[in-house]
Structure formats: C-alpha cells, structure tokens
C-alpha cells in the first residue's frame, strides 16, 4: 500500500517539475507579473506604484511625440520654482510642453521617450543653474540638443538662472568643480563633447536672471512665454509647389495693409471662384506674421456658417488660436462678439478670413475695428465684392484671371514638370488653356489630370471641355475649388 502511495507521489512530483520547466521554456512571459525594480541613479529603489515615469504628463499620450517646448533644468535647484512657473505658465498659453525631471530618471541611458521629446520639440530650453553641470542627464539632453539644433535646426533659448553665460560657455565656477568629477568619471570623448554642448549653447542669445527686472523670476517668465508664442507662431500656410502671377497682387495689398502703421485696418481680397484669391491672402499673410504677436487663419467660411451654431464655432476658433487656449463652445453669437471684444483689444494680431460671402458673418468675427490691438490687420477674402461695402473695410483688391502666358506656364509645370512641353503637345496644350479661362484651379486641375497620360486622352479631354460652355466649367470648378 506505502508503495503504492509513494509510487504516486513521484509521478505527482515528476508531473509538477515538468510543468514548472515547460512554463518557464514556453511560456516566459507570464512567468512573474511583477516587474523588476531598477535602482536610480541617485538614491533608494523605487517604491512600487511609485512616480509617473519622468517627463510624461497624465492623459498625454507619449508616443505622440508632438511636443513645442521641451525643458531641461536641474531638479534639485529649480523644480519647485522657476521652472514650475514656467512650466505652467507655458501650459496655460496652450503650449505642449514637455518637463524632464532629471531627478526620476531610472537606469544608465536615455530612453526614447525623452530623445524624442527633444528630437520632435520645436524650442528647447535648457535652464542653467549652478548644479545643472553636476548632471550627467542635463549634460547628455545638452549634448542632445546641440545635436538637433545642428540636424533640424532646432531653437534652443537658453535661461541662465544663477550663472552667468560666461561661466556656462567656459565652464568655470560651479561648473569647472562638476567637470573635475567627471573628468574622472567618464571617457573623455564623452566629456568633451559635453564641454563643447555647454561652450555652442552658453554662446546663443538668452535671458540671464539678473539682469531682467532686478531678478524678478516672475518677470522672466513674462519674457520667456511671450517669446515662445512669437516662435510659435510662425506656422507658416501651405502653398502650392507652383504659384504663378501673383506677384502683382501680393505687392499691391502688402502696400494696402502698410503694417508700419499703428492703427488698425481690414483689407478685402475678392474675386471669382477659383482664380487664386486664397493663394495670393496666403502669400501675404507668410510675409508679414513676423509683424504680429499672434495671427489666425480662419478657412471656409462661407461653409461654416451653414452649419448649426457655425459662427459661433467660428468665434470660439479664432478666440482659442489668438489666444492660444483650449476652445470653449460659446452660447450665442452675442457671448463670441463680447468675447472678442474684450480679449484680443490689447493684441497685435494678423488674421486672415478665408471665403466670407455674407456681411453677417464679417460683423460676427471683426465687426469694429477696436475689437483688437493697435497695428492689428484683418485680410478678407471674397467672392461677394458687397460683403466689403463697409466702413471698416478701409480697401479692396480684386485678384483677376492669368494672362494667357501666365496660364500656359502653370499648365506647363502641373502637366508637364516643366515650363515648356514637347513638341508634339504644343498645340494641343495651347487649346486646352483656352478653354480654362485663365483660372488657376482649372489650369492645376487638368494639367494635373492630363500629366504622363497617351495623347488620345488629351484629344478626349479637350472634345469634352469644348462642348460645355466657358461660364458652366467654371461653375463645375467652383464646386471643387476651396479658396
């Protein structure tokens, strides 16, 4: 009978050790749902359910990347300070801003997180304190840095908070102790390369604390957004790869919106639909937003306004890019007309309202010219020349077709990547803008069409477009053409 039971207690014993071994070949993964804990390089293990990792920001997603401003600084001498300030200052004018707090950092290397919240950053702003050299992590985001400015042209706007751009560039101080250490630390490749990070960076134009408002942080802080927001900014409109004869119109309404000037003004742009009014606004509106503190594009319009509450969502839009705040829904147009009124008075600002076709919609987005700051510039663009007929609208300019070498040249360069096309298409190219009417979308739209298609399609299309009336292909264009 005992061996009988000892018997089954070794197959039960024999059974349990091979599933135990197979589990851990097989199936490795599940073979322990805890997670090694790391220890940092400053200080105790972490406790579990410990710090978000460093850098992150709950409901942010991470791998998004987006970031416009990421921050370096020293933990230990300006986190619950300065840079806190500046970081929700930061957030609180609507920038995506990136904190590294080199203090949670776990393990010996940069993570991806991190390098591309530099990489991906528009700005980063290293805040040099006496202890920033002492950080090997500043050191290397520095080190960083240096590497993106160089690749992709970064802006690096350096803060120095109680060290002077000398003893930054030099490393003396503070900062020559912190290199001593390393020097016996670390490789000297590596250092190096550290050295002339702090040398590239601490040479750059920056704000130094003590020589702004007598040291007032808060007075930096000031200084630093408002810089930030005018970098920013310049989001630059798209344009189209091939733009011809506009250069007239641009020179012609630069002249009208004269953003020397102090006061405030409202310039239309109207035309028909499909003959570039959108594109030449555009090319203007590139050229001088660095004149502004902040400018807004405001498309389709005329679209808008059909939808349910539409320009009220308008009001709320161009409220939130001005000001560079989350959207807030508004109640009525009266709550948007208050609104503008009262917060954008004191703002220098360029914008550009794209295909307005009703003068209500006009009155609900810049009604009076007081509504914004002095040296403010309102660019209207229009199919509706009436909608312009109002005292605030101090000018006008009308955008007209492309003359006929104008029309062939853009025809050229969508159908053919060139300026000019080959022998056998000449004529046929001709005939085709003919029928165009001079109207750039027309000409782009087609060109497009017909590029590296058998000649038997371009005699098709053109049998085509010649059977419908001159005014009814602009009408079909119109359909497709947002200006």
């Not at 970031?67 to 619950?80: A, C, I, N």
């Not at 020397?260 to 239309?268: M, Q």
């Not at 703002?347 to 309202?353: D, E, G, Q």
Request: with cysteine.
């Amino acid at each position: 009978m005992y061996d009988n039971v000892l018997l089954w207690a070794f197959f039960a014993l024999l059974f349990t050790a091979a599933s135990v071994l197979l589990s851990a070949i097989f199936f490795p993964v599940f073979s322990s749902s805890t997670t090694p804990r790391v220890r940092t390089r400053e200080g105790p293990e972490p406790a579990a359910g410990g710090p978000t990792p460093r850098g992150t920001d709950p409901g942010v997603d991470p791998q998004g990347f987006d970031y416009e401003v990421f921050l370096s600084f020293r933990g230990s001498d300006t986190r619950k300070r300065f840079t806190d300030f500046l970081y929700n200052s930061l957030k609180d004018s609507g920038v995506h801003v990136f904190r590294d707090d080199e203090e949670l950092r776990v393990g010996e290397e940069i993570g991806p997180e991190l390098l591309e919240g530099i990489r991906n950053s528009k700005i980063s702003i290293p805040i040099f304190s006496k202890d920033y050299a002492s950080s090997k992590w500043c050191l290397k985001e520095l080190a960083f840095m240096v590497e993106c400015r160089r690749a992709r042209e970064q802006l690096v706007m350096p803060v120095f908070y109680d060290v002077t751009p000398n003893e930054v560039r030099h490393q003396a101080g503070t900062y020559e102790r912190s290199f001593s250490q390393h020097a016996r630390k670390y490789d000297p490749l590596v250092v190096q390369q550290w050295r002339d990070a702090l040398a590239e960076i601490g040479a750059l134009k920056g704000w130094e604390l003590k020589n702004i408002a007598n040291g007032h942080e808060g007075e930096l802080v000031k200084l630093v957004v408002a810089k930030v927001l005018k970098e920013l900014k310049k989001a630059y409109l798209v344009l189209p790869d091939s733009i011809v004869g506009i250069d007239d119109h641009v020179e012609a309404i630069t002249r009208l919106l004269e953003v020397d000037a102090s006061d405030v003004r409202i310039v239309g742009i109207h035309g028909m639909a499909g003959v570039g009014k959108t594109t030449v606004a555009k090319v203007v509106y590139n050229q001088l937003l660095d004149h502004f503190d902040s400018c807004s594009f405001l498309k389709d319009i005329r679209e808008t306004a059909l939808q349910h509450k539409g320009l009220e969502y308008l009001q709320s839009l161009l409220i939130s890019k001005i000001l560079r705040c989350e959207r807030q829904d508004l109640t009525s147009i009266d709550e948007g007309t208050y609104e503008l009124k009262h917060r954008l008075r004191t703002k220098k600002v360029l914008i550009l309202l794209d295909d307005v076709d009703r003068r209500n919609q006009l009155n609900a987005l810049a009604a009076e010219l007081d509504w914004f700051g002095p040296g403010s510039r309102i660019i209207v663009t229009t199919r509706n020349r009436d909608v312009l007929n109002t005292s605030q609208v101090v000018a006008a300019h009308e955008v007209r077709e492309l003359q006929p070498h104008q029309a062939f040249l853009l025809f050229c360069k969508h159908a053919f990547r060139n300026d000019l096309p080959p022998t056998d298409f000449v004529d046929i190219s001709y005939n085709i803008v003919e029928t165009t009417g001079g109207l750039p979308l027309a000409l782009e739209v087609i060109g497009s069409f017909l590029a590296g298609k058998r000649m038997v399609v371009w005699e098709d299309t053109l049998k085509k477009l010649k059977s419908v009336p001159h005014t009814e292909v602009q009408a079909k264009l119109k359909i497709i053409y947002k200006h």
